[in-house]
């Protein structure tokens, strides 16, 4: 499984890629963290 990281702070970037994500069915996959440190623990 590939992981991706998207550092992006530009909401309407996020939102854009999730609704993607939700096209192919892939949104259960998607983990969304505040800082960098929470990145470890998913």
Known sequence: MRT???AD???I???GIVALL???GLSD???E???SGE???N
Do not use: F
């Open 9 to 11: 702070n530009q909401d």
């Open 33 to 35: 963290v505040k800082i």
């Open 22 to 24: 939700k096209e192919s």
């Open 4 to 6: 991706y990281i998207l």
């Open 13 to 15: 970037t996020r939102e």
């Open 29 to 31: 996959r998607i983990v």
């Open 39 to 41: 990145l470890q623990k």
